[in-house]
């Protein structure tokens, strides 16, 4: 497909703020794709970096690239002021520092022109660390039925990597402020209230793990967000009217009133920060594999934790040391998980003491 004057088929939508890192090979990833029939809106959200300047250069040799630049205001704000400025019928997202595949959307494109009863699609997505390197890639559910049954528990859309009609977006009312970072999980929900979704089994994007991304800068809020609009997603999948958010920020507090238990966030948090920090160890991101330890640990003195997720998080740090050429910490860290979780003592505990001594018999050679 070409470029043609007038309105564009798809409008990709991206909002950034001081996201110079990543920036030019996301907007790149986007102008280079095989479908060219596209306007490119991106909010700079008072951005105090380099990203003016980047924008401003891709902007004047490129006419499909469209730069709002205003004061910080935040993701939500911001995704709804790119995707109210969209001229076509679909709106496709992008964030500031992932990497499209280049046949992306032509393939969701066809997808949707074939499918009209689809609001919204997303697409398997590959995870790289901030050099680019390939993680693992996750497929998620394809189909309607399996996706409605997995929303109410998990995400099942990689943010960056959907495509939504716009006619969908607006008549489920956009993004909501009050859900902050995590507004996209409440607004998927909210679209498949009112029709059909999928995903592609084919990768459509690459999907960066750092330290500094939202979901592992924010992790905690982000997790009380997402039990606060699983609360009021099942309220609304039972016929019931949606209970009031009476804070403008989901708190602890909140979340007990609307019937959310201390246990339940206990266990969700740690299951969050177990998982994110067995991410950030794959993309070795040590300083901040480190620091989710030590918040998941005083977490852990204010209530119950389930010992599974504690001794991963533990294990993923016995890599992080042995990383850094700290063997002896890595076994104390070992330990520690295996007091933790006695099972874990099996594998894991071969490859550590293997480990530990290749180390150890390499260092007595240098010396």
């Known amino acids: ?169 607006f008549a489920a009312g956009g993004y909501r402020k009050v859900f902050a970072d995590a507004a996209d999980y409440d607004l998927w929900l909210r679209i498949a209230e009112r029709g ?39 309220s609304r999948r039972e016929g019931n009217p949606e209970p009031a958010i009476s804070v403008e920020r989901v708190t602890p507090e909140e979340l007990v009133r609307l019937g959310v238990t201390q246990a339940t966030q206990q266990r969700a948090l740690v299951a969050n920060y177990a998982f994110w920090i067995g991410l950030i160890s794959r993309a070795s991101q040590d300083d901040a594999v480190l620091r989710l330890l030590d918040e998941l640990i005083d977490l852990s003195r204010s209530g119950p934790v389930d010992r599974t997720d504690l001794s991963n998080a533990m294990l993923s740090v016995v890599r992080t040391h042995y990383r850094r050429g700290r063997p002896i910490r890595a076994l104390v860290s070992l330990g520690r998980a295996v007091l933790t979780r006695p099972v874990v003592a099996g594998r894991p505990l071969k490859w550590a003491v293997n480990s530990f001594f290749r180390r150890f018999q390499s260092e007595e050679g240098r010396a």
């Open 196 to 234: 059909q979704v999928a995903n592609l089994g084919e990768v459509v994007l690459k999907y960066r793990i750092h330290p500094e991304q939202v979901s592992c800068c924010k992790l905690r809020q982000q997790c009380l967000m997402a039990l606060a609009i699983q609360t009021l997603a099942s």
């Open 1 to 169: 497909m070409t470029f043609v004057m007038g309105q564009p088929l798809v409008s990709v939508v991206m909002s950034v703020f001081n996201g110079e890192r990543f920036l030019r090979e996301a907007v790149e990833s986007i102008l280079s794709q095989t479908l060219s029939d596209f306007e490119f809106i991106i909010v700079n959200d008072g951005s105090t970096d380099g990203t003016a300047a980047i924008l401003d250069s891709f902007a004047r040799s490129d006419p499909r690239l469209r730069v709002y630049p205003q004061q910080n205001r935040g993701a939500a704000e911001s995704w709804n002021r790119g995707c109210r400025s969209a001229q076509a019928k679909y709106i496709a997202r992008m964030d500031a520092d992932d990497v499209a595949l280049n046949d992306r959307l032509s393939r969701q494109i066809e997808f949707l022109e074939k499918h009209d009863d689809v609001g919204l699609l997303g697409g398997a997505v590959e995870f790289i660390d901030p050099t680019g390197k390939t993680l693992y890639k996750r497929l998620y559910p394809l189909e309607d039925h399996e996706i409605q049954t997995l929303l109410l528990r998990e995400c099942a859309f990689i943010h960056p990597a959907v495509v939504i009609r716009k006619a969908a977006f």
